[in-house]
Nanobody
Framework: QVQLVESGGGLVQAGGSLRLSCAASGLKNYHMGWFRQAPGKERESVAR????????LYADSVKGRFTISRDNAKNTGYLQMNSLKPEDTAVYYC?????????????????WGQGTQVTVSS
C-alpha cells in the first residue's frame, strides 16, 4: 500500500517561513512534486523533483522563495517555503508519479497525500 503523509502546515504571517514534509511508504525513488489548491482554484504544481533529486523545477509564482528537496534514505520529501505571501494560502499536497517524464500535470501523478493547510496572513 502506497501512502504519502504531509505535515508542517500552519498559520504564518506574510514574510514568514514553513517547511512541509512528505513521508512516503510503499514506494521509493519516484519523481515527486508539491501541488497546492486554493479555494475556487484548480490544483497547480508548485515544485517538482526527480528521483535522485538532481533536477528541481518551480512554478514562476514561487521561484526563488520555495525549495524542494528529498531524502531518499528517509523516504521523505520536503518543501521549504520562505518569504510567504497571502496568495500562497492553500492546501498543499505532495504527490508521486511512476512516469519517467518530469511533469507538472496533476493527472500524471499516481499517488497523493491528504494535504496540509498553509495559511499566510497579511
Amino acid at each position: 500500500q502506497v501512502q504519502l503523509v504531509e505535515s508542517g502546515g500552519g498559520l504564518v504571517q506574510a514574510g514568514g517561513s514553513l517547511r512541509l514534509s512528505c513521508a512516503a511508504s510503499g514506494l521509493k525513488n519516484y519523481h515527486m512534486g508539491w501541488f497546492r489548491q486554493a479555494p475556487g482554484k484548480e490544483r497547480e504544481s508548485v515544485a517538482r523533483i526527480t528521483r535522485s533529486g538532481g533536477l528541481t523545477l518551480y512554478a514562476d509564482s514561487v521561484k526563488g522563495r520555495f525549495t524542494i528537496s528529498r531524502d531518499n534514505a528517509k523516504n521523505t520529501g520536503y518543501l521549504q517555503m520562505n518569504s510567504l505571501k497571502p496568495e500562497d494560502t492553500a492546501v498543499y499536497y505532495c504527490a508521486a508519479t511512476t512516469a519517467m517524464a518530469f511533469t507538472t500535470l496533476p493527472s500524471r501523478y499516481d499517488y497523493w497525500g491528504q494535504g496540509t493547510q498553509v495559511t499566510v496572513s497579511s
